[in-house]
């Protein structure tokens, strides 16, 4: 903006003919120029992009690999007709054993409090902070969400899960709501429900590879409390259903119970289930931190990230309005047999969204905090010698030509088994066209598939963890490890119920090299 | 007679004729290029040549030389997966990649200079390669290194780590047919 007025401003003074008031004038002006900017600055003025822009969600929006299939976003009427979030203050939820006594009765005493107020933010540190709020905000928090308040997280919910909690004993992935005094809310499926990794030590990396045990939790709730097959299957169909794969519908609507709560607890920690993805195809929960560099979002690249504006409207979609985008004329969360938009009154998400959308102000404010969200302290402590040799194996194992410094990724996507990438894809997408040869189901048979996988970054890699699309590897020395690759091999990581060995096939570099040099090139992995 | 002295002419003023003819009895192709500061090294197999040479007769000396380029080679089967692909060789529409002496001078005793084409993803571009020729009672040894640019042929793109510049090295031992 201050560009814009400079410029403005020079060609009015190149333009007057009485160039000798440019003396006196030019310094007024060029003082009142850096008032408006200084102004500007301390005001936080910024050019909030419009989040449910139709033409440039298509832009961004990779199409799906069989090109007869057509995806259709909500209108943006639709979009705009919902109401915003109100977004309060939220409280930390305590596991049940660790809950400090009179807690809730101590919350109870507290008036509600609404933490986000775009009049209230005037720096950019404050974007980040507002942007903080809207990260943690659990969209499903409300009145009539009671359901189990927390009651659930006992010691037999936690070791049946193994859902982990932090040191102090809380339970990071859901916050308590109060949006009416004396009433608590249990609230989750905020940003922070997926993105928020608790360490062996106990302590918390925000917008790390999570490891809430969503899956492995609901399997347990599932079992203690019963609740029949049928009921879920439809929800799980709405979630993971890709109606024009037959296949689909048939593996969900198959299962038994037993075989579902098997499933779910097969999950491991850092994988989970996720809406647009396969049955049996959980996801590998992406890490947030330093996302602001890439340039695709979601494993399979599904839509461009080249700004604020893009990881706005990924995040409108992701939490909440892909269920009500058509996917081939299925909408998960239709009406009429899943194809027309629910009116608020006939929303019916199994998963908890209520019929509500952030506004664009509580999105951009999202995009700075995740933006600024910095990876911790690396804690471990290796010989330089090591660290050298595996990073020179790392140049030799040709693993720089995707994974290029500095980002340890090349920004770029890569076609799957059974995709071949039209030209108009080579000219407008960064691809690198040739396939790792790993699963290619996750790109070509959900909801989310695009034919490619994304190139991962490298960084941070040690607190990551389980690798590959759907986490079937618990940790980098299972990824060199070639035993993987053979059908009698047990995944270390997401193994699907109904078998009892897996290939993990792709990615098979590194594979031959000395055990030695396997060590050095996982160290220098670990300094990343 | 007048006609078979004139087919006789003819015929000595085609590369070969009266020349020694060599087969290729072991042969290695490669190439180096520079990865990210690391030399990554690759072959080529498939080779098919017709090789004419006699020190004493260079005007008449020559060679063609190809190779399969679908048997790219660096060791990482995932890369060679690409290399083969149309960003780089492109094997589907360009399998084979040729190399067609123009001429050859002699240089110093045992070395030599050939300026040839080198056709390689359907460009033609020319090149001079320095090579030695050690005539040994059995057999003799041809050996020449050259450099080429990749950009030249489509080879990739321009890249920040990868260079443009690739060394060829060629080593033949060679039989007397």
């Given at each position: 903006m201050l560009a814009v007025l400079v410029c403005g401003f020079k060609c009015y003074i190149e333009g007057m003919s009485l160039l000798r008031w440019n003396r006196s004038i030019l310094p007024i002006?060029?003082?009142?120029?850096?008032?408006?900017?200084?102004?500007?600055?301390?005001?936080?003025?910024?050019?909030?992009?419009?989040?449910?822009?139709?033409?440039?969600?298509?832009?961004?929006?990779?199409?799906?690999?069989?090109?007869?299939?057509?995806?259709?976003?909500?209108?943006e009427e639709y979009y705009n007709s919902l109401p915003e979030h109100i977004i309060y203050k939220t409280y930390p939820v305590y596991a049940k054993p660790y809950e400090p006594p009179g807690y809730l009765d101590s919350l109870r005493q507290l008036e509600p409090e609404i933490v986000f107020d775009i009049n209230k933010?005037?720096?950019?540190?404050?974007?980040?902070?507002?942007?903080?709020?809207?990260?943690?905000?659990?969209?499903?928090?409300?009145?009539?969400?009671?359901?189990?308040?927390?009651?659930?997280?006992?010691?037999?919910?936690l070791a049946g899960s193994g859902d982990p909690i932090t040191k102090d004993?809380?339970?990071?992935?859901a916050k308590y709501v109060i949006t009416e005094k004396g009433q608590i809310s249990y609230g989750d499926l905020s940003c922070a429900t997926c993105h928020t990794r608790v360490t062996d030590e106990g302590t918390v990396i925000i917008g790390a590879q999570g490891?809430?045990?969503?899956?492995?939790?609901?399997?347990?709730?599932?079992?203690?409390?019963?609740?029949?097959?049928?009921?879920?299957?439809?929800?799980?169909?709405?979630?993971?259903?890709?109606?024009w794969f037959p296949d689909s519908k048939s593996l969900v609507f198959s299962r038994n119970a037993e075989e579902l709560i098997e499933d779910l607890k097969a999950r491991p920690l850092g994988v989970m289930s996720r809406q647009g993805m396969g049955y049996q195809l959980p996801l590998s929960v992406p890490s947030l931190i330093g996302i602001k560099d890439i340039k695709y979002l979601d494993n399979t690249g599904l839509m461009r990230h080249q700004g604020p504006a893009d990881l706005m409207?990924?995040?409108?979609?992701?939490?909440?309005?892909?269920?009500?985008?058509?996917?081939?004329?299925?909408?998960?969360?239709?009406?009429d047999n899943f194809t027309k938009l629910p009116t608020s009154d006939e929303w019916d998400n199994p998963f908890?969204?209520?019929?509500?959308?952030?506004?664009?102000?509580?999105?951009?404010?999202?995009?700075?905090?995740?933006?600024?969200?910095?990876?911790?302290?690396?804690?471990?402590?290796?010989?330089?010698?090591?660290?050298?040799?595996?990073?020179?194996?790392?140049?030799?194992?040709?693993?720089?030509?995707?994974?290029?410094?500095?980002?340890?990724?090349?920004?770029?996507?890569?076609?799957?088994?059974?995709?071949?990438?039209?030209?108009?894809h080579l000219e407008n997408h960064d691809i690198f066209n040739v396939s790792v040869e790993t699963d290619p189901r996750t790109s070509l048979t959900t909801r989310r598939g695009t034919g490619y996988y994304k190139i991962p970054s490298l960084r941070g890699v040690w607190f990551k963890g389980p690798f590959f699309h759907n986490g079937e590897l618990a940790t980098l020395e299972d990824i060199f490890d070639q035993r993987r690759l053979n059908d009698d091999y047990v995944p270390t990581g997401y193994k699907p119920s109904n078998v009892t060995t897996k290939a993990v096939k792709g990615h098979d570099f590194g594979m031959d090299l000395p055990t030695d040099d396997k060590a050095a090139l996982i160290t220098f992995l670990k300094t990343l | 007679m007048k006609k078979i002295l004139l087919i006789i002419i003819i015929l000595m003023e085609q590369p070969g004729f009266g020349q020694s003819r060599w087969t290729v009895d072991s042969a290695y192709i490669g190439f180096q290029i520079v990865n990210a500061g690391i030399n990554v090294k690759g072959t080529f197999n498939g080779l098919q040549s017709q090789i004419s040479f006699n020190r004493k007769k260079l005007k008449k000396s020559g060679f063609t030389a190809s190779v399969d380029a679908g048997s790219v080679n660096t060791g990482i089967r995932i890369r060679d997966k690409h290399l083969k692909k149309s960003e780089f060789f492109d094997i589907e529409r360009y399998p084979v990649i040729t190399i067609t002496s123009i001429e050859i001078l002699e240089l110093?005793?045992?070395?030599?200079?050939?300026?040839?084409?080198?056709?390689?993803?359907?460009?033609?571009?020319?090149v001079s390669i320095p090579f030695t020729f050690q005539e040994m009672p059995e057999y003799a040894i041809m050996r020449g290194d050259f450099k080429m640019n990749r950009i030249d042929y489509q080879i990739g793109e321009k890249s920040l780590i990868l260079s443009d510049s690739v060394a060829i090295n060629i080593w033949l031992r060679l039989k007397e047919q």
């Amino acid at each position: 903006m201050l560009a814009v007025l400079v410029c403005g401003f020079k060609c009015y003074i190149e333009g007057m003919s009485l160039l000798r008031w440019n003396r006196s004038i030019l310094p007024i002006l060029t003082g009142v120029l850096g008032v408006i900017a200084i102004w500007s600055f301390r005001t936080g003025l910024v050019n909030i992009p419009k989040t449910w822009d139709i033409e440039a969600i298509e832009k961004a929006h990779l199409d799906p690999p069989d090109t007869t299939v057509k995806v259709v976003f909500a209108p943006e009427e639709y979009y705009n007709s919902l109401p915003e979030h109100i977004i309060y203050k939220t409280y930390p939820v305590y596991a049940k054993p660790y809950e400090p006594p009179g807690y809730l009765d101590s919350l109870r005493q507290l008036e509600p409090e609404i933490v986000f107020d775009i009049n209230k933010i005037s720096t950019q540190e404050d974007w980040i902070k507002a942007g903080e709020q809207v990260f943690f905000w659990p969209p499903n928090a409300s009145d009539e969400n009671r359901v189990f308040n927390g009651d659930h997280l006992d010691s037999a919910y936690l070791a049946g899960s193994g859902d982990p909690i932090t040191k102090d004993g809380i339970y990071p992935f859901a916050k308590y709501v109060i949006t009416e005094k004396g009433q608590i809310s249990y609230g989750d499926l905020s940003c922070a429900t997926c993105h928020t990794r608790v360490t062996d030590e106990g302590t918390v990396i925000i917008g790390a590879q999570g490891n809430h045990a969503f899956d492995a939790g609901f399997g347990y709730i599932m079992e203690k409390y019963k609740i029949p097959v049928d009921v879920v299957n439809m929800g799980v169909y709405q979630l993971v259903g890709t109606p024009w794969f037959p296949d689909s519908k048939s593996l969900v609507f198959s299962r038994n119970a037993e075989e579902l709560i098997e499933d779910l607890k097969a999950r491991p920690l850092g994988v989970m289930s996720r809406q647009g993805m396969g049955y049996q195809l959980p996801l590998s929960v992406p890490s947030l931190i330093g996302i602001k560099d890439i340039k695709y979002l979601d494993n399979t690249g599904l839509m461009r990230h080249q700004g604020p504006a893009d990881l706005m409207r990924y995040a409108a979609l992701n939490q909440g309005m892909d269920m009500l985008t058509s996917y081939n004329g299925y909408i998960p969360l239709g009406i009429d047999n899943f194809t027309k938009l629910p009116t608020s009154d006939e929303w019916d998400n199994p998963f908890g969204y209520h019929p509500k959308r952030y506004s664009d102000a509580q999105l951009y404010a999202l995009t700075q905090y995740i933006y600024s969200l910095e990876p911790p302290e690396n804690p471990y402590q290796f010989a330089q010698e090591l660290i050298k040799r595996g990073e020179q194996i790392f140049l030799e194992q040709g693993c720089v030509t995707c994974h290029t410094p500095p980002l340890y990724t090349s920004n770029q996507l890569t076609p799957v088994d059974g995709f071949e990438p039209p030209e108009r894809h080579l000219e407008n997408h960064d691809i690198f066209n040739v396939s790792v040869e790993t699963d290619p189901r996750t790109s070509l048979t959900t909801r989310r598939g695009t034919g490619y996988y994304k190139i991962p970054s490298l960084r941070g890699v040690w607190f990551k963890g389980p690798f590959f699309h759907n986490g079937e590897l618990a940790t980098l020395e299972d990824i060199f490890d070639q035993r993987r690759l053979n059908d009698d091999y047990v995944p270390t990581g997401y193994k699907p119920s109904n078998v009892t060995t897996k290939a993990v096939k792709g990615h098979d570099f590194g594979m031959d090299l000395p055990t030695d040099d396997k060590a050095a090139l996982i160290t220098f992995l670990k300094t990343l | 007679m007048k006609k078979i002295l004139l087919i006789i002419i003819i015929l000595m003023e085609q590369p070969g004729f009266g020349q020694s003819r060599w087969t290729v009895d072991s042969a290695y192709i490669g190439f180096q290029i520079v990865n990210a500061g690391i030399n990554v090294k690759g072959t080529f197999n498939g080779l098919q040549s017709q090789i004419s040479f006699n020190r004493k007769k260079l005007k008449k000396s020559g060679f063609t030389a190809s190779v399969d380029a679908g048997s790219v080679n660096t060791g990482i089967r995932i890369r060679d997966k690409h290399l083969k692909k149309s960003e780089f060789f492109d094997i589907e529409r360009y399998p084979v990649i040729t190399i067609t002496s123009i001429e050859i001078l002699e240089l110093e005793p045992q070395e030599f200079k050939a300026s040839c084409v080198l056709n390689l993803k359907g460009k033609q571009e020319s090149v001079s390669i320095p090579f030695t020729f050690q005539e040994m009672p059995e057999y003799a040894i041809m050996r020449g290194d050259f450099k080429m640019n990749r950009i030249d042929y489509q080879i990739g793109e321009k890249s920040l780590i990868l260079s443009d510049s690739v060394a060829i090295n060629i080593w033949l031992r060679l039989k007397e047919q």
